[in-house]
């Protein structure tokens, strides 16, 4: 017993201990910073342990049905599973915490410079125009729309797969490749390089409708969300709305650079490839149908998607060494 024990904590003890830092520096910075009730954590949410269960079930039942119920009914998979489960909501309420007090730490100031190095990076041309005829067809731009918004459920499903899976080197450089992504490019990087986005743009940078070089794309999107509901527009909406009424939300905060939906999108792929060439296959295509509609839809500059690329792989890369180092110091 005590040697599975010390098993669990060793599997989990990276994990456990990003997310204690990362919690532990938000109450600094709320302290540093004095931004009253900054940190909102929440431990529970329904919604979350629903779906969790529901996905639990099934995916425990398709393994009975493999053959291989002791793969995964055993106290090292469970434990495993209960602490993922119990990381997830303090760490997504913690992210959303320190998200929404990026601007009260250094309000936006990077549009400008990103809006003019998109510009030249594409020739002199704005990255929304490059890809103007996803912007043009309706049909086109309202599923790359709903694939953007299906990022969320996307990401819970992996979350649950690698708390459940039986490949523990993956299922550890999945959590701690993820972990860095959101610390580092969603914390770190977005406090540093603090920009709202495209959609956003005459709101934090002083420039006239007229002038504003992403207003044709934004008449764009607002003619098809007065047609038909759009999620882009919807959420863009809600979220500022809650900036200037100083609402806390569980997916709120304003921050452009770099792209979390894109870094995690790498990461789904880089999983999906490890487990099955397919998946990868799939979750690539995946992958640059949410690159384009971080621009399409407003939401980035492109330069926060390609920043977003290379600074994943990276991650990726040095989480795997990390851990293949910590496998043989197991060994020994």
């Known amino acids: 017993m005590a040697h599975t ?3 669990i904590i060793k599997e989990n003890v990276y994990i456990i201990g990003l997310v204690g830092v990362y919690i532990f520096s938000g109450y600094f910075i709320q302290h540093l910073y004095k931004i009253p009730n900054m940190m909102n954590l929440q431990f529970t949410q329904l919604i979350l342990i629903q779906i969790s269960v529901m996905f639990s079930a099934c995916f425990l039942f398709v393994q009975i049905l493999r053959g291989k119920t002791w793969e995964y009914f055993n106290i090292q998979s469970i434990a495993g599973f209960i602490i993922i489960l119990l990381l997830l909501f303090v760490f997504k309420s913690a992210f959303a915490s320190i998200k929404q007090a990026i601007p009260l730490i250094n309000d936006f100031c990077w549009d ?13 041309h704005h990255a929304w125009k490059v890809f103007q005829s996803f912007l043009n067809n ?6 790359i729309d709903l694939f953007y918004m299906l990022w969320f459920f996307i990401l819970l499903t992996f979350c649950l797969w690698m708390a459940w899976t039986s490949d523990r080197k993956l299922r550890l450089q999945f959590f701690i490749s993820s972990l860095l992504v959101w610390i580092i490019l ?5 406090t540093i390089f603090s920009s709202a986005g495209p959609c956003y743009y005459s709101k934090v940078v002083e ?3 007229a002038l504003n070089p992403y207003q044709p794309m934004l008449n764009k999107l607002y003619t098809y969300h007065e047609s038909q509901h ?5 959420c863009q909406m809600g979220v500022w709305d809650a900036k200037i009424s100083n609402k806390w939300l569980p997916f709120g905060g304003i921050s452009a650079m770099p792209s979390i939906h894109v870094a995690m ?13 397919l998946y990868g296959i799939v979750l690539a295509f995946y992958a640059l149908v949410i690159i384009i509609g971080s621009v399409v839809l407003a939401w980035h500059y492109a330069i926060d998607g390609y920043v977003s690329i290379v600074c994943t792989i990276l991650i990726w890369n040095v989480s795997g060494k990390l851990v293949e180092r910590q496998k043989k110091f197991d060994k020994k």
């Not at 309706?138 to 599923?143: A, D, G, N, P, S």
């Not at 969603?186 to 977005?190: E, R, V």
């Not at 999108?265 to 060439?277: D, E, S, Y």
């Open 265 to 277: 999108a790498i990461i789904f792929m880089l999983t999906g490839w490890r487990a099955n060439k």
């Open 186 to 190: 969603g914390s770190i990087f977005g």
């Open 5 to 7: 024990v010390t098993k």
């Open 230 to 234: 759009l999620w882009a527009v919807f």
């Open 207 to 209: 420039v006239s409708e």
């Open 112 to 124: 400008r410079t990103f809006m003019k190095l998109d510009f030249s990076l594409h020739f002199n």
């Open 138 to 143: 309706e049909y086109i731009l309202r599923k």
